[in-house]
């Protein structure tokens, strides 16, 4: 039996998920989480094939976990699963070892055979899009983030300043960086200034 460690802060979800897995015969999940921060003690004491985390959650991004999980158990194969179909994740996910990227979305038959694949030692990440790295694809959120970058406020004081969490900033600058193809926050606004976004 393949043990499985799901985590997301949405409840039903995860009973779901359980449910599915638990359907295959091949597969038991050991724990269920809500609360990342948990996760590293629940691993230390519990023996885990795979963590299926959700990338956006309160308290710890799942970026975050997954280095942190990579960093003390790099045996453990974590796929990460979102809400969101885009691809703005995968190139961290996959420099970080994670072993796949699967949306909610997916239906159920495909998201057991893609956790398979895991199992073989296979990874599950979705084909490459052309990178569009237009302007014209900032949101009006991205484009009031980078004007205040430029200014020089830290993520800190933006989340502040527009009333919304940390990780949500965090994942705005995120995809900012992947449409521009930019590799650090000091590319991100000279290409900014260049394209007349600033």
């Known amino acids: 039996m393949i043990k499985v460690l799901l985590i997301d802060d949405h409840l039903m979800f995860l009973d779901g998920l ?3 897995l638990k359907r295959t015969g091949n597969y038991e999940v050991v724990g269920k989480a809500t609360d990342p921060l948990h996760v590293i003690d629940f691993l230390t004491s519990t023996a885990v ?3 299926l985390a ?3 959650m309160p308290g710890v991004d799942g970026i975050d976990l997954l280095k942190r999980i990579q960093s003390r158990f790099p045996k453990i194969k974590v796929v990460m699963i979102s809400m969101h179909e885009g691809d703005e994740f995968v190139q961290e996910i996959m420099a970080l070892g994670g072993y796949g990227f699967l949306p909610k979305s997916m239906d159920s038959t495909k998201m057991v055979q893609e956790l398979d694949k895991v199992c073989a030692g296979q990874k599950v990440f979705p084909k490459r899009q052309k ?3 237009q302007s014209q694809h900032f949101s ?3 484009l009031q983030i980078l004007r205040l970058l430029a200014k020089g ?3 800190y004081e933006i989340a502040g300043e527009l009333f919304i969490t940390l990780n949500t900033v965090k994942t705005h600058r995120r995809n900012m960086l992947r449409k ?3 590799s650090n926050t000091s590319q991100l606004l000279k290409i900014g200034f260049d394209n007349n976004l600033i």
Do not use: P
């Open 153 to 155: 406020k830290n993520s």
């Open 54 to 56: 959700d990338i956006q």
């Open 18 to 20: 359980e449910l599915l």
């Open 180 to 182: 521009l193809n930019a």
């Open 140 to 142: 009006e959120r991205e």
């Open 49 to 51: 094939d795979i963590v």
């Open 131 to 133: 990178k569009v790295a």
